[in-house]
């Protein structure tokens, strides 16, 4: 295997990683409401952006970090609890309309709040590159892989190791048995949007070392991690992660041997493509409804 194909797989599976955990907080919303948020890509700015200006005032990479993932889920369950809760009568469509408002409230608050001007800060080690047999690889792209995976098992743990992660389960699964067992419906919406926020989160705050972090791309990061999403399969927890991988090197292979140009057309593509061959994406299974 070439040198050149070595390196094209190493940086599209730190992009794929970006992308899996955005899509983890499409599909765990999606589990628990039935519906889509697409607020998910505001919360990866607002993790790059916060992050950065708490860097910028005390220095320390992994406080930064922290705090923003911290001040992400705060702004997660608040946002649930004044935008998704009070719906009379929610279903999949109202909450998805609901979404995108708070999507454009979110955005406009990071501006006000944030700025507009571009931010960022280095990466998490003083080495910016290594080279591994005639291969450059960023090191922030190793962190970036890393602290995915760590993520990913503890979330794995989570949802099949503890009381609140069957729980969380269960109401998605069934509603309405749930709620008979004893199962908060209500608690288990609000910790779906936490999770989502904390996945946004993480995901802007590793991956602003190399691309620095604006209010404006929100949209942008929200569409890749939907695209991601219904690849894998949407609902399809395990569907994030090879949605996510797969569209990061489809992207990182097609910017090479087609052109960088095409980088943000092979997302459009990709998700025509799904949506027109296999709408249940590669693990999903299409819902068979008796009428």
């Known amino acids: 295997m070439s040198t050149s194909v ?3 797989l190493v940086a599209g599976i730190g992009t794929g990683s970006i992308y899996a955990l955005i899509a983890l907080g499409f599909n765990v919303v999606f589990k628990s409401t039935g519906a889509m948020n697409f607020a998910q890509g505001e919360w990866v700015v607002m993790g790059g952006m916060i992050s950065a200006l708490l860097f910028a005032a005390t220095s320390n990479i992994g406080l930064a970090c922290v705090a923003a993932m911290v001040l992400a889920v705060l702004v997660g369950i608040v946002s649930e609890r004044l935008v998704i809760w009070p719906l009379r ?13 708070l999507a454009i409230c979110t955005r406009s608050l990071i501006m006000l709040v944030l700025g507009k001007k571009p931010v960022g800060y280095p990466g998490f080690s003083q080495v910016s590159t290594l080279v591994v047999g005639g291969i450059a690889v960023q ?14 098992i503890a979330m794995h743990f ?36 936490a999770i989502a ?18 209010y404006d791309q929100g949209a942008m990061f929200g569409f890749k991690g939907f695209s991601a999403a219904m690849l894998g399969g949407v609902g399809v ?27 943000d057309a ?11 061959v296999r709408p249940s994406g590669l693990l999903g299974r299409a819902d068979v409804v008796k009428v």
């Open 237 to 263: 927890l395990s569907g994030a992660v090879v949605g996510g991988l797969a569209l990061g090197l489809l992207e990182a292979f097609g910017s090479f041997y087609i052109s960088s140009d095409f980088k």
């Open 89 to 101: 009568r929610p279903n999949t469509l109202l909450i998805t309309l609901v979404s995108i408002g």
């Open 139 to 152: 090191t922030q792209t190793l962190w970036i892989i890393g602290l995915t995976i760590l993520f990913l």
């Open 158 to 193: 989570f949802f099949e190791r503890s009381m609140l992660g069957k729980a969380l389960r269960a109401a998605a699964a069934d509603r309405e048995a749930a709620a008979i067992v004893g199962v908060r419906v209500e608690t288990t919406v609000m910790l779906s949007f």
């Open 266 to 276: 092979i997302a459009f593509t990709v998700l025509l493509l799904i949506l027109f």
């Open 6 to 8: 070595l390196q094209l």
């Open 197 to 214: 926020a904390l996945a946004g989160a993480l995901a802007g705050a590793i991956i602003t070392p190399l691309t620095l972090s604006s």
